[in-house]
């Protein structure tokens, strides 16, 4: 069975500090990727997806995350982070031909002014 | 738009009481799911079901069952609820299995004392 990793459990950064959240997967073939975010008392929404091209994909607010195939990883990044990026986000696989999404444990991140 | 509806937000249950968490989606989507969302474990799908008048098992549905009552609603009843079911449930909804963009409702935190 597929499964997706974040190793970063909980990350707290200054505004304007640069972002990278870890993301890697176990699953050999043809994969959709997801980012995830959930805000303070929100509900899940999508941040990001890859379906296929351009391995840089751009979401929503700034993020953007890039697929490496040869490394299983589907980072998330943001150049400079704002306070009101605070969240959790989570990382999540649709493998080829699959019915379920399979999410990682999820990254906190907390940005302080 | 209202989107995907959870009710009740809040709920306390004693060991063996039986109660239905009910999901409504306004958005004409054929495929709702069942996650929970567990801290350190990111979000497991419960049950799913592709269309109106199908259910299928997710990775964690051993005490839970599922009601597809029309397009629209999806509903999860815990028959004898225990401790280890305490958690935050999450409905979502998606135009078809396989897209991988789910839109969640806003959860509904359940405890089981």
């Known amino acids: 069975a597929q499964s997706v990793s974040q190793h970063n459990h909980h990350v707290i950064l200054s505004e304007a500090a640069s972002l990278e959240l870890g993301c890697n997967y176990s699953y050999g073939g043809t994969v959709n990727l997801f980012w995830y975010v959930q805000y303070p008392g929100q509900h899940l929404q999508l941040l990001l997806k890859?379906?296929?091209?351009?391995?840089l994909v751009k979401g929503i607010k700034g993020f953007e995350a890039e697929f490496i195939k040869s490394k299983f990883s589907f980072n998330l990044r943001k150049p400079s982070v704002q306070w009101s990026d605070t969240a959790e986000y989570f990382c999540?696989?649709?493998?080829?031909?699959?019915?379920?999404?399979?999410f990682g444990t999820g990254t906190q991140l907390k940005v302080e002014l | 738009n209202a989107g995907v509806t959870q009710t009740p937000k809040f709920q306390v249950l004693k060991t063996g009481q039986s109660m239905t968490l009910q999901c409504a989606q306004d958005?004409?989507?054929?495929?709702m799911y069942w996650y929970r969302q567990d801290p350190g474990m990111g979000l497991r799908l419960i049950y799913y079901?592709?269309?109106?008048?199908?259910?299928d098992k997710g990775e964690v549905p051993n005490g839970y069952n599922v009601s597809r009552l029309n397009k629209r609603e999806f509903s999860l009843r815990l028959e004898s609820a225990a401790p280890s079911q305490t958690s935050v449930y999450f409905c979502a909804s998606s135009e078809g299995l396989g897209t991988g963009e789910l839109f969640f409702g806003e959860g509904s935190r359940l405890t089981v004392l």
């Open positions: 890859y379906f296929s091209g351009d391995p």
């Open positions: 999540a696989v649709l493998t080829g031909g699959g019915n379920k999404l399979t």
């Open positions: 079901s592709a269309s109106e008048g199908t259910t």
């Open positions: 958005m004409n989507h054929n495929s």
